[in-house]
C-alpha cells in the first residue's frame, strides 16, 4: 500500500474522531472509521462499474456526506479524482456539458460518479456516452477490500485551468499527498486531540479537498465541513460553527474575511465565541492585510486572538502548502519602497515612514516555505536572484507535481533539476518570509515601472459599494510602449446612476492614491457578472470582453 491509503486505513481503525456534516439544519457526525465502512462498500459498487487500478474517475457531487465515503472508495479501487466544474444557476447547461465532456476525454474518464444536486446532469453525460455511477445507489455495493496502491500512482487531477475552454488538470500522486499532510500539520504543530477543523470550502478546489478532506481523513483530525453554498446564505454560520464546535483552524479566501469582518462588526456582544481558533488561513486569492486589520478589530469583541489571523500560500501545483506562518506569528507585513520596488524590483524596507519622503507599499508576507520544499526567485534568465530582488518564484520538492494532463497530452511542470515555475512573482525577505507580488503574465508596464494588479485591486476594495473580491485591473496595450489598465468592480447599486458616478469617481481616487496613476476606464457591474475560475478566481483576461 501507499504510505497515503495505508495511513488512511489506519486511521480507520483506530480514530475516534470524525467528520461532521449536514449543519445547520441536520449535524450527523460520523467516524472515520464509519465512513471507510461505507467507503468499503462504495468501492464494491465501483467494482461492479468495473472501475479499478489505474482508472480515472469524473465526481459531481455537492454534499460533503457524499464526497468523503466517495474519493476514499475511489482510492480504495486504485484510481484517480477529477472534481468536475460544477454547474449553478447562471450556468449554460449545453456549454457546461460540452466542457465537461472536453474534461472527461482529457482525463480518460471511466466514469462519473454522480451525486447531489446534480443528479439532473445524468441525461447529459448519458447523451455523450460517458458511464455514470450514482452515489445514491453505491450505499448497496458488497464489502470489497482495497486494491494496492503504489506512492507513484495518481490520487487526484485537480482542475487548475482559467478557461474551461483549454482545460489542464495538476496530477498530483499518493506521494504527493503523504508528504503535503506532513509539511501542513508539522507547521502548524497540529494535534488531533484537541484540534478542530472548520471549513464551508468547495471541495473541487484544492484548500478544500486536499486540506480540509483527505488530509484529516488520512491523519484523523476532526473536521466540521458544509458547502460554500451554506456560508453564502448565512455569513456568519462560520463563527457560529466554531464556536459551537471549539474549532481551531479554518481557512478561506480574503473576500470571505472581508464578509466576515463586516457581518461581526453589527453584531450583539456576545453572540459569538472566537476565542478557539489559533489559525485563520487567508488563501487562493490576494491577501488585503487591511481586511486582516479590520477581522482583528471586528472580532476583538467575541474573542478572536489577532495572531491568529495568517496570509498563506499554495496552490495544486504542490499538493497545496507552499509556506505558512508559525504558530503564533499571525500577519506579519513588509512595508517596502514603492518606487524602487516598481522601478528597478528590489523590495527595500522602510523602517521609519515618517523619515521618508517616497511613496510606500505594505505587503502581506505569507510564511516560511514548509519542510521539504526549497525555493527560489530567479530572473527572465532562470539565474537565481539574491534576497529582496523581485522575480519569478521557483519550487522543489517531493510534494510538487510532475506535470498536467492538457487536451494534448502530458505537460511536464519541472524542469531538469526539478524545478517548478510558478508562474508568480515576488521576492524572500531576509527572514525567509516568501511575499508574493502578484502574476508575471498580469504585470502592467508604464513609464518603466512595474504595477502590480493586486495592488489596484485592492485600493479599488476599498471603496464603499464595491463587493468584496470582486475588483479587477485589465491590462491594456500590452506589450505597448506604454501599457495602461482598466478597473472592473462589481457592486450592488449597478443600476444607480448616481452611485455608479461616484463608484467611477472614487474608484479612480483610491487607485491613484495607492498606485499613482489613473486607470483609462472604470466599469461597475451588477453581482455575479465578473468572469471567475470554477474555484471563484478572478479571470483578468476574460474581463476585457465587457470592455469592449
Known sequence: MSRFTEEMYATAAGSPRGLVTGEPNEPRRQTWGEIHGQARRMAGGLAAAGIGHGDAVGVLAGMPVDIA??????????????????????????????????????????????????????????????????????????????????????????????????????????????????????RVKFQLDQDVMVSWLPLFHDMGMVGFLSVPMQLGAEVVCVTPLDFLAKPLLWAELIGKYRGTVTAAPNFAYSLLARRLSRAEDGAYDLSSVRYMWNGAEPVDPDTMAALAVAGERFGLDPAALTPVYGMAETTLAVSIPDPGLGQVVDVVDADLLEAIGKAIPIRDQRGHHGSVRTLPTLGYLVDQLEGRIVDAERQPLPTRSVGVIELRGPAVTAGYVTVDGFRPAQDADGWLDTGDIGYFTERGLIVVCGRI???????????????????????????????????????????????????????DQEQVKRLEREVVHAVFSEVGVRPRSVTVLGPGALPKTSSGKLRRAATAAHLD
Open 69 to 186: 465515503p466517495a474519493c476514499q472508495a475511489v482510492w480504495m479501487r486504485g484510481a484517480s479524482i477529477t472534481m468536475l466544474h460544477q454547474p449553478t444557476p447562471r450556468t449554460d447547461l449545453m456549454v457546461w456539458a460540452q466542457d465537461t465532456e472536453t474534461v472527461l476525454r482529457m482525463i480518460e474518464a471511466k466514469a462519473v460518479v454522480l451525486g447531489a444536486p446534480f443528479e439532473a446532469a445524468e441525461p447529459l453525460l448519458l447523451e455523450r456516452g460517458i458511464a455514470v455511477v450514482r452515489i445514491d445507489r453505491l450505499h448497496d455495493g458488497p464489502d470489497t477490500d482495497p486494491l494496492p496502491t503504489d506512492e507513484d500512482d495518481i490520487a487526484l487531477q485537480q482542475l487548475t485551468s482559467g478557461s474551461t475552454g483549454s482545460p489542464k488538470a495538476v496530477r498530483i500522486t499518493h506521494g504527493n499527498f503523504f508528504v503535503n499532510a506532513y509539511a501542513m500539520f508539522d
Open 441 to 495: 503574465k498580469d504585470v502592467i508596464i508604464m513609464g518603466g515601472r512595474n504595477i502590480y494588479p493586486t495592488d489596484i485591486e485592492r485600493a479599488a476594495g476599498r471603496v464603499p459599494g464595491v463587493r468584496p473580491g470582486n475588483a479587477v485591473a485589465v491590462r491594456l496595450d500590452a506589450g505597448q510602449k506604454r501599457e495602461s489598465f482598466a478597473v472592473v468592480v462589481e457592486s450592488n447599486d449597478h443600476e
